[in-house]
């Protein structure tokens, strides 16, 4: 049965609820923070990913957030810096970007619905996986640019050649 059958006398089910239905399919450890966000874990192969997902009825947008620590060296900085912008020109959808303060690598993206568009609970799932395959892509370039003393354009040939794990 496809997800989007649970749904179909719900055309008006709040897009978190969706997510949160998704989250306990999935057997995802969440918390439901408010009544448009959500929080989850999702374990991957390199790393466990915190995913916090928060719906904007103002200007209908979901948004998805995917972390995880990281606390590279200092004099490392500029080159993360280099690969979070090679990695963004080889992302088609969503983006990276490196939280010093906090010391999180943040994959973010906005899925925009317009007019009486709906999501759909195949579109969140998609969502979720993409963001877990895209932080599983770019883990190891990462992990190679600030500890392995690889330049940003030889740890990218992992990315490139897809030689990573599943989600």
């Given at each position: 049965m496809?997800?989007?059958?649970?749904?179909?006398?719900a055309?008006?089910?709040?897009?978190?609820?969706?997510v949160?239905?998704?989250?306990?399919?999935?057997?995802?450890e969440?918390?439901?923070?408010?009544?448009?966000?959500?929080?989850?874990?999702?374990?991957?192969?390199?790393?466990?990913?915190?995913?916090?997902?928060?719906?904007?009825?103002?200007?209908?947008?979901?948004?998805?957030?995917?972390?995880?620590?990281m606390?590279?060296?200092?004099?490392?900085?500029?080159?993360?810096?280099?690969?979070?912008n090679?990695?963004?020109?080889?992302?088609w959808?969503?983006a990276?970007?490196?939280?010093?303060?906090?010391?999180?690598?943040?994959?973010?993206?906005?899925?925009?619905?317009?007019?009486?568009?709906?999501?759909?609970?195949?579109?969140i799932?998609?969502?979720?996986n993409?963001a877990?395959?895209?932080?599983?892509?770019?883990?190891?370039?990462?992990?190679?640019?600030?500890?392995g003393?690889?330049?940003?354009?030889?740890?990218?040939?992992?990315?490139?050649?897809?030689a990573?794990?599943?989600?």
């Open positions: 496809a997800l989007s059958e649970q749904y179909l006398q055309e008006d089910l709040h897009p978190i609820d969706m949160e239905s998704l989250a306990e399919h999935h057997e995802w969440f918390d439901r923070v408010g009544d448009d966000q959500i929080a989850m874990a999702i374990e991957g192969q390199w790393r466990t990913y915190s995913i916090t997902l928060a719906w904007s009825a103002y200007d209908a947008t979901l948004r998805l957030i995917c972390t995880f620590e606390e590279p060296p200092t004099d490392k900085l500029p080159d993360l810096y280099h690969t979070l090679q990695t963004n020109d080889m992302c959808a969503g990276f970007t490196y939280w010093a303060e906090q010391k999180l690598m943040v994959y973010r993206y906005g899925l925009l619905l317009d007019g009486e568009a709906m999501v759909t609970p195949e579109q799932d998609r969502l979720l993409a877990v395959r895209s932080a599983e892509r770019f883990y190891p370039a990462f992990q190679l640019v600030c500890w003393n690889e330049a940003p354009d030889d740890a990218l040939q992992v990315a490139i050649a897809e990573y794990g599943r989600a």
